[in-house]
């Protein structure tokens, strides 16, 4: 076999039966619940153990993760939002309408990454409301990472269903 062809079998472009799209997929929501609002849960947990230094590099942690967040959805907003509209709206109309299994599998990956830089911005402003300091920051990352994981859970079970319908389909007696 051909260098090229074993490149071609090992990159396989049939992303819903290829085992780098899972593994891609557990990868990315596993990296998004350990990582809520780029603080990693394990300050959050020692903040909430220890309290005194471990709380303060917390809030510093997350202030920082957060004042970055909002410059940069604040600067790009507007364009970001059309942006991230237009690529949605592609995948969208080549997966379901052209029935590209590529598109669709980046449609499953793309669209809840959208709802959680949604909830992301959500919690970065209620950091910067106020909600910055103290137990009401553990609170709140706690939170954060609960709907996250809430929303991996939806995500992956999503993926899963519709693999699962579209294979049905596909063996499906006509």
């Known amino acids: 076999m051909s260098l090229y062809k074993l490149m071609v079998n090992f990159i396989d472009l ?3 039966s290829n085992l780098w799209y899972w593994i891609a997929l557990f990868a990315i929501w596993t990296r998004a ?3 809520g609002l780029g603080v990693p849960y394990y300050m ?3 903040a909430r153990r220890d309290g005194g230094q471990a709380l303060q590099d917390l809030a510093v942690m997350a202030r920082i993760t957060t004042a970055r967040m909002l410059a940069f959805s604040r600067g790009l907003g507007p364009w970001l939002v059309g942006l991230v509209s237009f690529a949605g709206t592609v995948l969208a109309l080549l997966g379901f309408v052209y029935r ?3 598109a669709q599998a980046v449609f499953f990956l793309y669209v809840p990454l959208c709802v959680l830089g949604y909830l992301s911005l959500r919690a970065a402003l209620r950091v910067e409301a106020g ?3 103290g137990e009401a920051l553990i609170t709140l990352l706690t939170h954060h990472r609960n709907s996250v994981r809430f929303l991996a859970i939806l995500a ?3 993926t ?3 693999v699962l ?3 049905a389909q596909l063996f499906a007696p006509r």
């Open 160 to 162: 899963v269903l519709f």
């Open 14 to 16: 049939r992303s819903f």
């Open 131 to 133: 909600e910055g300091e």
């Open 44 to 46: 959050v947990a020692a």
């Open 33 to 35: 619940v350990r990582f």
């Open 165 to 167: 319908y579209a294979n």
């Open 156 to 158: 992956v079970g999503a």
């Open 100 to 102: 590209s299994g590529l």
